[in-house]
């Protein structure tokens, strides 16, 4: 499969990016996407690292632009040159209307990885409040003395926890992904090495970046949301992220366990706790 598109994707500092969509450039941050259509563009100006977007507007008034910077000079410089000559050619395109009123914003959806670190940052909070919550415990009970087991218990566990948590997220995402995703080849563009290029089922280009060289890589994508993507690596990479993942976060439960069984032993018997200080 050989995909060449004719505009590259300008990838800007931040996570924006800007891309030509059908009739629209798509200019998209972390948090929000604005479809600005070809008839509203007065003209698209590539200045270094930075592309500047120039709407239309009335004689007169004030001209309003959308910027992204921090982009590839030769990407930007190509990008602005490939709009600005089809620009003329659109249809109702006129020069002096107010483009504002043709761009559209949406709020785009938390990412999947801003999902999952949020997911592990509660997990890792919510098991640092039960590290606090058995130290007040064993001082009210009158053995601050077990702290000295708690709270460097608690810290490396509560890392423990967050590394297991990561590593299964990571092998469960890419094992449902080739298990009941779509699997195909996405092809390098020839100017942008790292960078490969494949087609989802609605005929939208996207991309994916590796270091894995070749012309092709193989990627699976969901059906539902083809900008989930992961490259597959061998079974034993797979395999050894699900022992990581299972050794980390059992250990760190085995340990949380003993903690709560010292918590509960500073009220039962404060005396054991007292002669192993």
């Known amino acids: 499969m050989s995909i060449t598109p004719s505009t590259p994707v300008v990838q800007g500092a931040k996570k924006t990016s800007l891309r030509l969509d059908g009739d629209a ?31 239309t507007a009335p004689s007169g008034t004030t001209r309003y632009v959308h910027r992204i910077a921090g982009a590839s000079e030769a990407g930007a410089a190509m990008f602005a040159e490939t709009v600005n000559a089809a620009l003329p050619g659109v249809a109702g395109r006129d020069t002096t209307a107010d483009g504002t009123v043709l761009v559209e914003t949406r709020t785009l959806p938390m990412s999947r990885r801003t999902r999952k670190l949020r997911r592990i940052m509660g997990l890792s909070a919510g098991a640092l409040g039960l590290l606090v919550v058995a130290c007040v415990l064993v001082a009210v009970a009158g053995e601050p003395v077990a702290m000295v087991a708690l709270v460097p218990g608690g810290l490396v566990l509560t890392g423990a926890l967050a590394i297991g948590a990561n590593a299964l997220a990571n092998w469960y995402r890419e094992w449902r992904l080739i298990r009941h995703g779509i699997t195909t080849f996405a092809a390098e563009v020839p100017d942008r090495p790292g960078m490969y290029l494949y087609t989802d089922p609605a005929g939208l280009i996207r991309h994916v970046f590796t270091w894995a060289g070749g012309i092709a890589v193989k990627v699976s994508y969901d059906p539902v949301d083809p900008g989930n993507v992961v490259l597959p690596r061998t ?27 010292l918590t509960v032993a500073a009220f039962v018997d404060p005396e054991a706790i007292s002669g192993t200080a």
């Open 25 to 55: 450039v798509l200019l998209s941050t972390p948090h929000e996407e604005a479809r600005v259509p070809l008839a509203a563009i007065e003209r698209i100006r590539a200045e270094g690292r930075s592309v500047t977007v120039e709407l």
């Open 235 to 261: 079974a034993l990479f797979r395999r050894g992220e699900l022992a990581l993942g299972l050794f980390f976060t059992l250990f760190a439960l085995v340990g949380f366990a003993a903690l709560a069984t």
